[in-house]
């Protein structure tokens, strides 16, 4: 009898743990707690504040790994490791992989806002003389100011207009600047990687 | 990844920069004698930015070579194969929230397929291909206001489809930049880098 009364003590208890988390959940799905609530009384998300969460997604993972690189091994690049069967010759250190992002956010995102492309970036790799790993993060860090200066200038009224001195809508050139910077965080990630770093995105998963 | 002994041509970045985003003095020149093209539509734009990286990423697993297709450059992370089918189980994950559908192969649970499912290059360029073709078709199909629809996203958040489509994009070109250092470790250019 007092095998019955504890089993259905524990059945009561189960039941009335799951009802809370169902409750719980359904709440979450349907009707907003408390901060969700405060959230929803934020003005609604704009084209220029997406664009720009998309421009702040990548910004946090390209600086996290800049940030994770060891100053000592800026300038590596695969070539060093002489793997058998590759050909890494002359391909980007990864300093230049960080100045090479900037650059292009530069280029990219300039014709958006009409700012002049600063003098020291005279092609893709950024400036040559940017050498530590403090001024190259800086250097990053301000390319990604000038992205969200970009983003802001957008409305649904001009994202499919060209800015002067480009050939592509604005929208297609806020957006392009993030894929672009996606496509070297990928090769960042292997860099870091082959120095038996793991990346700050990838710490305790599996991708 | 680009070579940087070409790279250091000032040429060679102004012509990938034109390329890239279609900056031109010919364009301009254009643009004063003719009357300008009509803009695209939205689901035009994305359409193309969905395909650049699709087709990217379809060329190389079409290009690389089968028995290396289990290649990785560290223990701990996806081979060639794997990057490529997880890549395009995202972007079939995403579409299947999108369109609200069961479009594309059974791939089990998650966005990691296994190789059984897809055991030659001929399974895996498919599979990319489908992702591709099967998202392309989708936004067509929705034009301008799908994009402006939601759909519940990660983190149990509804999300525009529009901010979706370029998470998908960005990811690909993400796992597009990992495969770039998996080419050149085994002697190799990436299609898109053989200019």
Redesign the interface.
Known sequence: MKQIRIFLLLAVVIFAVTALGQGQATNSAATPSAPQAQQSQQAPPTIASTVDREISGVEKQILEVAEAMPEDKYNFSPESLNIPGADYKGVRTFAVQVKHVAASNYFIWSPLTGDKVPESIKDGNGPADLKTKADIIKFLKDSFALGHKAAATLTTQNMLQTPEKSKSPRLRLATFGVAHAFDHYGQMVEYLRMNGIVPPASRGKSD | ????????S?AL??L??LA?????LY??AQTQSQP?AP????AD?ML??WNQ?GNKLVAMAQDFPEDKYDFK??K??RTFALNLLHAAALDYVLIRRISGSNLGPDFGEGDNPSRDAFKTKADVVKFVQQAVADGASVIQQQGDAGLDKTTKFFG?RLA?N??IW??A???S??????????Y?????VPPDSRR
């Open positions: 990844m680009k070579r940087s002994t070409k790279q250091s000032p970045i102004a990938t920069l890239a985003v279609g900056t031109s364009g301009q300008p803009a695209l539509t939205r734009e193309q930015a990286i450059l560290q701990d992370e149990n525009h529009s901010s370029t998470f994009i960005e990811h070109g993400e796992h597009y930049g990992q495969l770039v250092v998996y050149r470790a085994n002697n190799m």
